[in-house]
Structures are given as structure tokens and as C-alpha cells.
């Protein structure tokens, strides 16, 4: 080509045209005016968004790392061996008071300080003075919006610090410390305590359990996989142009290889390019995460540190990916000076080595069946080497399975038969386009599957039968229940209110042998609890039908000895408790059948209607309030936790649930949903970047149809079908490879094999919901493209 | 072409003595072909008889040439006529029509009247020759495209003088 | 000007502007049916645009399109577009067949749009195909078929809907001179068997032609040759 390298040694030259072919095709990503700079311009952004959720996916272990250390720091362990501590110099009680608002969590505490040596609270300089507080940032906005006037009233402390970021865990915590100078006096472990230290005694990495490990490793495969799909697909855009382009290069006397390295070049400007937007986007990415807040989980943009390896192997992968996947496509295409020739029909799409990779995948992961919680640990590369081939296979069968039915697919409607058509011809770039989104929806419903089976491990049924009660108020020492339930009884939104005060009767005022639950309550409150044949104040019964109920008869034998003589809160030998005081079992105790309450418990031992109790004996028994509640009411729920907390700021008013999810569970699975939800949009719009290019390079086409009188709605309705056909077809694919990818993880686990429709049309019906806002968001483009002007060549 | 015609056209802008309407001539049109003065002599003449152009004046000195000429209405008419009636497509037609845009340019009328109307002249010959074509044999056909690639060159040659028409205004006007 | 008698398409004074491009400036038109009119002129005069017009694919700034004692210019695009379906045909320079369907399928497309079954719509277009000597490119892609097979496939489906007036926008453009005279031939013999009116443009004399009649436009103003000799 260059008459002046001829004369060069043979090594150097070739080395020379590499170069200089690779910086041809450098400049030739950038040239062609408008249209090549948009083209650079998609492929840079779909690489960079990957490059940042890469870095950021790299992050996310640092970041939980220290999320996770800045929790152990805070932490206020109360529970002590051996003796109680007594105030010293460096005591300080503290009272866990966390307090939901509107849906909200927010992490509260009462401080007040023993000795001079106590230590501050991380992120304090000093304690707060009695009715002072410290607040996070997050909660200073929200007290100071509208929206925290209802919260204002519960947390009536003058603001007069600030806790600094080493005192929180996310920059959206909703967090304070009170100061407080009578917390002594309602030490009640492990709610409120004495103790002499910030942190927890335990090792942070306490044993992790394996299928929790499981878990994590899966999620991670199949968040990660998408993107590197997505990436491969940004490489791609604007392909035909770049042929063409090829094709031209040809013709003025490049040779095959050269035009190779020049589509490399290319390939490789825009993902160098991508990398340095994927470093922007990460950076204000690392900044955005820091001001919101997922499912209650915020970190500081500080935490968002990748490792420097991960880092750099992510910049060494993705360019280096980028003119793989180039070469790779090129593969089977020969760039004639005259155009490009596809080699024509590609033979037939073969099935055996496509159905090798998922497979192959399943032989890695069937040996760990049963190895669950029993049987030790995964082999952590098997489990993710056999998820990755297994989702790679979708990528490999999706094609097949495209061309097979497409090229079935019969005759329909005008939109249908242009879109089906449309297909045949180019299934291969459909398939291509659907990729992505098979791959992560087939990952997300075997995730899915596999929590919902392993939910049942970790999930306690609490019990609660949410029609009779929502709300639940635990009544602390000293507050009488009868004041309780009167203030919520007048409190908005509260519908009725059931007060039970629970104690203990022993058969000795000291170091009893045998106890009973004694209930007190009005006869309404009592109904809740146990079915009373008749009851007026005054009244006693015993309960039958309880699951305790053996204790109680013999309880009962052996007051009789004593006088029908039982005694109200026993003291136990070394608790400082106050004297337990007598009581006399009447005569005439009333027989109860016992039902549940509320939370699901059923009672047993004696009910006592207030007239019942002997005088003085009110502090023996410790109250709780069921409250049923009008949920019409806006902010009922934080009504009655202000009624409480005015009363005594120490009472605990709690919504009921009717199941209680292990905390470390919840937080992987809000973190899958988070990031099937970032994967599947990032994917959305790499489609959308796809239509729009296909429905440009058709412009003229689209033109004539509309002069012919074709209607929009026909147009319309064929991209429609061209999207939705492969997209049917790619979920319907990722749902048997989700499906079976979920079964073997159960499997793995030990858990039954259930499948979890639900999840499945949930997260097909999230796929789905892409394909549609791709065709909506393509289609003001498609309607602005079908104007006549495509028509007017000059 | 004519003679005639181009020398009353060229008197359309002014009265000129018959030596300048022979520079004028040569200048304009003669190119290879200058005219001589007993051309100019005998147009004139007839001319005048036919009433078309009127002595303007004699100047001293006597003798034919010193002779200057007006156009009269008549031949203001006449030239317009002229102008206006396409040209029967016949082969080298180009000075003709040449001649025509130009005095078109230098009495201001519109050329791209000219070049339209002798357009939908050639076209009603190649529409003949076309239907001839189409009903006839191959011999027919072959001869009938002779005749249609001649009128074709020709109105490409009207279309590419008609896309000049400002450049050659620019030269005419000078 | 009034619409001459039996006139079938009318338009005047179409002025059309694209942003500060002016295309058309008063255009006057009118075409019988039955006959074939060439719009002639140099490129960028709004040949195109006073086609574009003419057959409702855009709406002109001002003036008036009568077709068939109905205005045009007035229409909802939703109108246009049925009559486009139903009255006219299109020809156009290239890029015109839809390149995923066959030869067939893409001349029975008309018929269907217009609700004939598939069937049905398929036999008619390669009764049409016939006519025009392609019937046997019917199972063909367009990209596997001339560009002088392709014109007439395209002429093909222009006709089989038995359009009242057929538009070609430089039908030949993209052909030597034989094939282009072969699909003039064979456009003006089947517009003429049906009686279909057709508006030609195109800056080949050889085919103008064709035509029985031109109109010239030159800075965006029409001139009708017939009516100012």
C-alpha cells in the first residue's frame, strides 16, 4: 500500500502496520461527522455504564465491609456475663428506643452518663445533656421538613449536635442519641442497660453460613453476567455502518487483515473512551448512592472504594473484551471491496455444542447436591463456574431457538408478517438484542426460587393474626396499663384496645417451685385471650386448654395446703426485685378455656379481672396493649407511637407482622432486587440504542410504506412484534434455564424444590415491561421518521 | 439562424451605426464566421423596406456605413416573435438557440422562457418518435432512437444552458 | 384558474415551504384520467415536493388540491392515508421494496393493507406480476432479483390495487436506458389498460416521453407547456 515501507525489514514493518492500522481505526471511530460521533458516542456510554457498574459491583464488598465495621463500633452489646456492672467510673446506661416513622427505621438511643471515663458514643464529641439530642444529618432534614412534625413531637429534644459520619452506617440513617439523667432507675436489660463500652465483644466474621455464602457468590454471577453481556452488545452499535465503512477501505486496497485491525481499532477507541466515562460515571455514580437510599440502605461515597486490582483488571478486561467480541463478530462476515458478504446463510445453527455449555454447567453444580447446611461448604469456583455456563448457554442456545421458530412462525396480519419476516432474515441480531435481558431474568427467577425455598429457613412465622390486632404496646415498669390503654383509646385512628397485664404466681415469695401466668384484664380484654363462660369485675378464673397448663393444677393441689396462699411476682435468690405479695386463690375460680392472643399465644394459668388483684400488687404484672387500628387514618401508626412515647419516651409500640424476616436474608435480597432492577433497565436501554439505530438505517423504507397509505398503528405494531417475539422467546428460554438453575441450587441447599410462580411471572413480567417501555420510548422516533420528508433525496 | 432577426435584437438596446452592429455581431455571434459589410448593408435595407428599423440619422462624411439605425415597434414585434416560436428540433440548432438566449439576456426578457418552450417543442417530436417506436419494428426502433438521442443532447444542452443562465447573463451584460 | 372539465386530480396555487427552503412557490396542476403528465425540471425546482403534495403523503402551506370533487388539502393525515391506500400507487426511484419480504408478498402488500386476505391478495399480485413479466421472481428476496426486475415488481405492486392515479418519482432513475424504456413501456401499457392517470416526474427527456403531456417547475412555479403555447 505505502511504497516507502517496502524497503523495510519484514518484522518491523508488520509491526508498523498494525500500529498504524489500529490508529486508523481510532480516527475512523471518531470520523464521519454527526452519525459517526453519535455511534462513538452510544458504544463509549453502553461500555462506560458497564465499566461503572462493574467498578461499583467491585465496590460493593468494601463498601459493606465498612458499613459492617462502622456497625460493630456503634454497637451497645447489653448482655454481660456474671454480675451486672455496678455504676463506676466508666459506666454509662444506655436504652435502645428505635422508632419506625412512616416506614422509615430510625436507630435511637438514650444515653445518660455514669462516669467521667465513659465513652462518648462514635460520631459524638460529648454525651447530650438531658433533653438534648444528637441527630444524623438525614434525620435533621426530615425533623426540619413538614414532613417530621408528627416525629418532632415524638423526639421533643433540643437538636444540639450533629453525628459525624464515623457514628453512621449510611449517609440516609436516620439516627440519634438522646441525653437522659434518670436512666438508672429503669435498667431493664437488654432494653436499657449499664455498660462500660462502644462495640461488639464478638469476632466481626463470625462463621458465615454457606448458603448464605451461596447466595451471595450466585447474585453476584448473575448481576455481573448481564453487564458483560450489555458491554458486548455496546461494542456492536452501529455494526452495519462500520462494514459498509470497511467495505469502502477495501475498495481503495486494504486487505483482509487490515481491515480486521482497523474494525479492532475502532472497537478499541470507543471501549478506551467507555473506560474513561465509566470512570465519570462511577464517580458520580459513588456520589448519587451516597444521597439515596434502597430499601433502607444508604452507604457514604467514601465506602465506595473498588480494590485497586479489581480496578485495574476491570480496565485491562473491558477493552480487551471489546476487540474480542469485534473479531469475533467479524468471524463470520467477508468484507469485499464491493460490500459485505455475510457468508451466506451461515449453515444452519448447530444444537449440540450450544446444549454442551448449560450442560456442562449442571455437571459442575449436580456433585454439591446435598452438601447444604449439613454437608459443609460449596466449592466456591465450581458454584460460580457452573452458574456462569449455565447462563452463558442461554446466550448460546437463544439464538438456535430464535431461528427455529421464527423461521416457523406462520402468516398473520401485515404488522405481523413484516416483523416475522424481519426476523427470519436477521435472527441472529435479535437474539443478540435479547441476550442481556434472558441472562438476567433467567438468574433473577432462579435467585428467586431459591429464596423462596430457603425463606422458609430463615424466615420466623411470628403468628400474629393481624385481624384482631396491628399494633402492640409493651407497657414497662411502673406505668400502669389502665393509663395506658385510656390514652390510646383516645388516641386518632385506634379502634379498640385490648390491655393484658402479664405476671408471674409461685408457690413460695421466694425461689418458687412451680409458677403460673397470672393475666389481669377488663372482661373485654380477657375475651381476647380465653373463652369466659361469665365474667363480671371481681371474678377469677383458671385457664384450661393451654399448653402449660400441667403446672397450674399442681400449682393449684399445692396452694391448697398453704391456704389456697400464692404469691404474686416471686423473687429469685440474687435479683434485688422488690417482695412478691400474696395472694389468695379464691374459693370460687370460674373455669376458661384458653384461645390465642393476638400474637398467636395461648395462656395459661389464672386470669384476674382488676378487682381480682389484691391492692398493691398493680407493679407485680407488666402490661401490654393490643391496639386494633383504623388503617384509613393517615399516620395512625405514628399516633399511636407518640401517645406511648409521651407517656413514658422507654415504651415500645410495635406494628405486628405476620412474619419476621432474618435481617442479613433481607439485605441480599434487597440487594438482588436493586440490582436486577439496575441490570434490567441498563439493558433496556442498550435495546432501545438498537431499535433506534435499525429504525434509522430504515428511514427511507419507512417512507415509502407511509406513502402507500400503510398505517402508523401497522408500523407501529410490527416493531412491536420484532421486539416482543425474540423477547417471548428469551424469557420463556430464561425461565426453564431460571427454573432448573433454581431447582439444583435448592437442591444444593437441602430445601424442597418448589417453584415460586409468582416470582417467575414477576420477574418475566419485569422483562416484559422493558420490551414495552423500549417500544414506547422508540416509538416517538419511529412516528417523527415515518414523515414523508425521508422521502426527499435532495 | 437569422441574420435579420439578430441584428434588429441587437438594435433593441439603442441605435448603432451599421459598423457597430457588425462588431456587435462578431462579437457576440460571429466567433469563426465574422460578418461582412455588404451582409450588413443588404439586411438593413430590407429592412427598412419592411419597415422594422428607420434611419436614425447620417452622419458627415457620407458613404453607407455611417448610416445609424433605430428598431421601430414593428420590429420590436417582430423580434419578440421571433423569440418566442421554438425552433423546429433539427440538427446543429445550438447557434440559433445560442443566438436566441442571448439577445433574450440583452433585452431583459426571460431566457428561461426561450429554453422551456423549445423544450416542449422537442418533446412533442420525441413523444412521435417514442409511439413510432413502440408500434414499429426493430429497424423502426432503431432508427426512431437515432433521432430521440439527437433531441435528447440537444435538451441537455437546453437544460445545462438554462442552469447557466446567471453566469452567461454576467458575460452578455459586460 | 378553474379545474379544466373531467379534470381528475386539480391543484393551484400549492405553496410549500421546508423550514427556510422554499420548494413550492404557486404551483398550478391537473391531470385527466387516462393521461400521463411528466413534471419536468432541474433538480431542487420541487418536482418531488409538488408530487409529495399532489398525492396527500404531505400537506402543502396554501392552495388547494380538488381530487375527485374532494379537497386534499384539508384532509386528517388518518384520510390521506386511506385514500393513498385505496386511490393511488406509488413508484418510486429506490430503496422501495420492503428487502425481508418476497417479490410477491411485497406486491400483495397494498391489497392487504387495504384488508384483502392473504390469499387472495397474493393471487391478484401475481396476476399483476404477470403483466408486468416478473411472475417468476415471485418467491424471490428483492435483493436477489435486477434492478430493472425489482422496478417492475415495484411498478407491480404500484398497480394492483387498480389505483385511479399512479405517482412515479424518477421510476427509472436507477436504470440504464433499456431496462428504464422497458418499464415505461410497460407502465404507460398498464396505467393505460386500467385508464389510470400518471404523474411522471423525471428529468430524462426519453422518459418524458412517455408522457402525453409536461409540466415544468422551475423556483418552486409550475408551468403547464400545453396551456401557454
Redesign the interface.
Known amino acids: 500500500m505505502n511504497a516507502g515501507t517496502g524497503h523495510r525489514p519484514r518484522e518491523r514493518n508488520r509491526a508498523w502496520g498494525t500500529s498504524r492500522d489500529l490508529a486508523m481505526g481510532v480516527r475512523f471511530a471518531f470520523a464521519g461527522g454527526r452519525e459517526g460521533w453519535f455511534r462513538a458516542a452510544m458504544t463509549a456510554v453502553g461500555v462506560g455504564l458497564g465499566v461503572a457498574l462493574l467498578l461499583l459491583t467491585t465496590a460493593i464488598p468494601n463498601a459493606l465491609a465498612v458499613r459492617h465495621e462502622r456497625d460493630v463500633a456503634r454497637a451497645d452489646y447489653t448482655y454481660v456475663f456474671g454480675h451486672p456492672l455496678k455504676a463506676g467510673e466508666k459506666t454509662f446506661v444506655i436504652a435502645d428506643i428505635d422508632t419506625p416513622y412512616r416506614g422509615d427505621d430510625i436507630r435511637g438511643r438514650m444515653v445518660q452518663r455514669e462516669g467521667a471515663k465513659a465513652p462518648v458514643p462514635p460520631g459524638l464529641t460529648t454525651y447530650p445533656a438531658p433533653g438534648e439530642m444528637a441527630v444524623s444529618p438525614a434525620l435533621k432534614r426530615l425533623l426540619d421538613s413538614p414532613d417530621g412534625a408528627l416525629l418532632r413531637a415524638r423526639l421533643p429534644y433540643r437538636i444540639t449536635a450533629t453525628i459525624a459520619e464515623s457514628g453512621l452506617t449510611g449517609s440516609q440513617e436516620l439516627a440519634y442519641y438522646a441525653g437522659s439523667a434518670d436512666l438508672a432507675d429503669h435498667i431493664h436489660p437488654p432494653d436499657v442497660a449499664r455498660i462500660d463500652h462502644f462495640g461488639s465483644p464478638r469476632s466481626p466474621d463470625a462463621e458465615s453460613d454457606p448458603v448464605l455464602m451461596l447466595l451471595v457468590l450466585v447474585v453476584f454471577v448473575v448481576l455481573l453476567m448481564p453487564v458483560a453481556v450489555f458491554v458486548a452488545a455496546a461494542v456492536r452499535f452501529g455494526g452495519e455502518r462500520r462494514d459498509r465503512r470497511l467495505a469502502a477501505l477495501r475498495l481503495v486496497g486494504a486487505d483482509g487483515r487490515m481491515v480486521r485491525r482497523i474494525a479492532a481499532g475502532e472497537a478499541m477507541a470507543g471501549a478506551l473512551l467507555g473506560l474513561v466515562l465509566g470512570g465519570g460515571f462511577f464517580l458520580i455514580g459513588r456520589q448519587l448512592m451516597g444521597s439515596v437510599e434502597a430499601f433502607g440502605i444508604s452507604v457514604f461515597p467514601s465506602y465506595l472504594n473498588p480494590s485497586p486490582a479489581l480496578a485495574l483488571l476491570v480496565a485491562v478486561l473491558v477493552p480487551a473484551a471489546a476487540v474480542l467480541v469485534t473479531m469475533f463478530t467479524l468471524r463470520g462476515v467477508v468484507i469485499e471491496p464491493l460490500g459485505v458478504v455475510r457468508t451466506a446463510k451461515p449453515a444452519r445453527r448447530r444444537l449440540w455444542w450450544r446444549l454442551l455449555l448449560p450442560v456442562a454447567g449442571l455437571a459442575a453444580l449436580y456433585p454439591m447436591v446435598g452438601q447444604g447446611r449439613n454437608g459443609g461448604g460449596f466449592n466456591q469456583y465450581l458454584v460460580t463456574g457452573g452458574v456462569l455456563l449455565l447462563l452463558v448457554g442461554i446466550t448460546a442456545l437463544l439464538p438456535w431457538v430464535v431461528e427455529r421458530v421464527v423461521g416457523r412462525l406462520g402468516q398473520g396480519a401485515v404488522a405481523w408478517q413484516l416483523a416475522v419476516r424481519r426476523l427470519q432474515l436477521s435472527s441472529g441480531t435479535a437474539a443478540r438484542m435479547v441476550n442481556g435481558i434472558a441472562v438476567a431474568v433467567a438468574g433473577a427467577i432462579a435467585l428467586q426460587m431459591v429464596f423462596a425455598g430457603v425463606e422458609a429457613d430463615y424466615t420466623k412465622p411470628t403468628g400474629n393474626d393481624l385481624d384482631r390486632a396491628q399494633m402492640s404496646v409493651q407497657v414497662p415498669n411502673g406505668v400502669p396499663v389502665s393509663k395506658v390503654a385510656r390514652a390510646m383509646t383516645a388516641t386518632k385512628g385506634v379502634r379498640k384496645v385490648v390491655s393484658i397485664a402479664d405476671g408471674e404466681a409461685g408457690d413460695r415469695a421466694e425461689d418458687p417451685q412451680r409458677t403460673a401466668t397470672v393475666s389481669v384484664g377488663d372482661c373485654a380484654s380477657l375475651r381476647e385471650i380465653a373463652a369466659l363462660p361469665s365474667c363480671h369485675d371481681g371474678d377469677a378464673f383458671v385457664v384450661k386448654g393451654s399448653d402449660s397448663d400441667s403446672e397450674t393444677t399442681k400449682l393449684l393441689t399445692a396452694g391448697k395446703k398453704h391456704g389456697r396462699t400464692l404469691y404474686l411476682d416471686p423473687a429469685y435468690s440474687g435479683d434485688d426485685d422488690g417482695p412478691a405479695s400474696r395472694w389468695t386463690v379464691p374459693a370460687k375460680l370460674k373455669q376458661a378455656q384458653s384461645r390465642e392472643d393476638p400474637t398467636g399465644y395461648k395462656r395459661g394459668g389464672f386470669l384476674l379481672t382488676p378487682g381480682a388483684l389484691p391492692a398493691g400488687a398493680s407493679t407485680a404484672v407488666q402490661g401490654v396493649v393490643y391496639l386494633s387500628i383504623d388503617s384509613a387514618v393517615p399516620d395512625v401508626h405514628e399516633y399511636v407511637i407518640n401517645t406511648a412515647v409521651r407517656i413514658d419516651p422507654l415504651m415500645l409500640a410495635g406494628t405486628l407482622t405476620a412474619r419476621e424476616l432474618n435481617s442479613k436474608f433481607a439485605s441480599i435480597r434487597t440487594g438482588l432486587l436493586v440490582g436486577a432492577a439496575a441490570v434490567l433497565a441498563l439493558i433496556g436501554a442498550s435495546l432501545l440504542v438498537g431499535q433506534l439505530e435499525q429504525l434509522r438505517e430504515r428511514k427511507k423504507l419507512l417512507s415509502v410504506l407511509v406513502a402507500f397509505g400503510t398505517r402508523r398503528r401497522t408500523l407501529s405494531l410490527s416493531v412491536l412484534w420484532q421486539t416482543a417475539i425474540p423477547i417471548g422467546l428469551g424469557l420463556l428460554l430464561a425461565g426453564v434455564v431460571g427454573l432448573a438453575l433454581g431447582s439444583v441450587l435448592l437442591k444444593m441447599v437441602g430445601s424442597t424444590v418448589r417453584v415460586d410462580w409468582l416470582g417467575v411471572l414477576a420477574m418475566t413480567g419485569f422483562g416484559a415491561a422493558v420490551v414495552l417501555a423500549v417500544t414506547l420510548l422508540s416509538l416517538p422516533p419511529l412516528l417523527r421518521l415515518m414523515r414523508p420528508d425521508g422521502l426527499r433525496t435532495e | 439562424m437569422s441574420i435579420g432577426h439578430t441584428l434588429l435584437g441587437l438594435l433593441e438596446s439603442g441605435p448603432r451605426h451599421g459598423y457597430d452592429l457588425k462588431r456587435a455581431f462578431d462579437e457576440k455571434f460571429g466567433h469563426d464566421r465574422p460578418l461582412h459589410y455588404g451582409q450588413v448593408y443588404s439586411t438593413m435595407s430590407r429592412l427598412l423596406k419592411n419597415g422594422l428599423v428607420e434611419v436614425d440619422g447620417i452622419e458627415a462624411g457620407g458613404g453607407p456605413e455611417r448610416k445609424r439605425y433605430a428598431i421601430t415597434d414593428a420590429g420590436i414585434t417582430d423580434v419578440e416573435h421571433w423569440l418566442a416560436t421554438p425552433e423546429k428540433p433539427a440538427e446543429y440548432l445550438q447557434s440559433t438557440l445560442y443566438t436566441k438566449v442571448v439577445l433574450a439576456l440583452l433585452t431583459h426578457r426571460d431566457a428561461g422562457d426561450i429554453l422551456d418552450s423549445q423544450r416542449s417543442e422537442h418533446l412533442r417530436s420525441m413523444r412521435i418518435l417514442t409511439d413510432r417506436k413502440r408500434h414499429g419494428d426493430l429497424a423502426d426502433q432503431l432508427i426512431c432512437d437515432h433521432a430521440l438521442f439527437h433531441l435528447e443532447a440537444d435538451l441537455r444542452w437546453l437544460e445545462l444552458t438554462a442552469a447557466r443562465l446567471d453566469k452567461l447573463r454576467a458575460v452578455v451584460a459586460k | 384558474m378553474n379545474a379544466p372539465a373531467g379534470s381528475l386530480l386539480t391543484a393551484e396555487g400549492l405553496r410549500k415551504a421546508?423550514g427556510p427552503t422554499v420548494a413550492l412557490d404557486g404551483a398550478d396542476f391537473s391531470i385527466h384520467p387516462g393521461e400521463v403528465v411528466?413534471v419536468?425540471g432541474?433538480?431542487?425546482s420541487g418536482k418531488?415536493?409538488l408530487l409529495?403534495c399532489l398525492?396527500g403523503?404531505?400537506p402543502p402551506d396554501a392552495g388547494s388540491i380538488m381530487y375527485a370533487g374532494r379537497e386534499l388539502a384539508t384532509m386528517n393525515d388518518?384520510e390521506r392515508?386511506?385514500?393513498?391506500?385505496?386511490e393511488?400507487g406509488?413508484v418510486?426511484?429506490f430503496?422501495?421494496l420492503?428487502?425481508?419480504?418476497t417479490c410477491v408478498?411485497n406486491v400483495a402488500?397494498?391489497l392487504?393493507?387495504n384488508g384483502t386476505s392473504?390469499k387472495e391478495a397474493e393471487r391478484t399480485a401475481l396476476d399483476w406480476m404477470g403483466r408486468l413479466e416478473v411472475d417468476d421472481l415471485a418467491g424471490k428476496?428483492p435483493g436477489e432479483v435486477s434492478g430493472g426486475q425489482g422496478q417492475r415488481v415495484a411498478v407491480a405492486r404500484a398497480l394492483v390495487t387498480g389505483p385511479r392515479v399512479l405517482f412515479a418519482?424518477e421510476p427509472t432513475g436507477a436504470l440504464d436506458s433499456l431496462n428504464g424504456e422497458r418499464v415505461m413501456?410497460l407502465l404507460t401499457d398498464a396505467a393505460r389498460s386500467t385508464n389510470a392517470a400518471v404523474v411522471l416526474v423525471t428529468?430524462?427527456?426519453?422518459v418524458?416521453?412517455?408522457?402525453?403531456r409536461?409540466i415544468?417547475v422551475?423556483d418552486g412555479k409550475s408551468?403547464d407547456?400545453e396551456r401557454?403555447?
Open positions: 421546508y411528466a419536468m432541474p433538480s431542487g418531488s415536493t409529495h398525492a403523503i404531505v388518518a392515508s386511506a385514500l393513498r391506500r385505496s393511488f406509488f418510486f426511484q430503496g422501495q420492503v428487502p425481508e419480504l408478498e402488500l397494498p392487504r393493507l392473504r428476496r418519482d413501456e428529468h430524462e427527456a426519453r418524458a416521453a412517455y408522457s402525453d409536461e415544468v422551475r408551468r407547456m401557454a403555447v
